[in-house]
């Protein structure tokens, strides 16, 4: 089994995803300013800009059997992917 590097597709993020990534982005600009760090504030740049683009983050896995049936099961968990996504 082989892990590919993270793929990004834009406006594909749920509306709980995004709440979420505006309560991290406002976490972050709340602890930066009472710290009086303002530089930290800086790190909630990315989850800004993820949430605004609406940036979805999934990791593609492949698989590779050598049974015959495990063509099958590949075929049968990429339709069931297919019909969750």
Known sequence: MTIKPYIMKLFQVSISTLIVRFYLLMLIVIVAGFSGYW????????V??????????NRKITAKKTHPSAQQDMNRSLQQNAARA
């Open 39 to 46: 530089m930290i504030a800086l790190l909630s740049l990315p």
């Open 48 to 57: 800004f800009f993820t949430a605004l683009m609406g940036i979805q983050f």
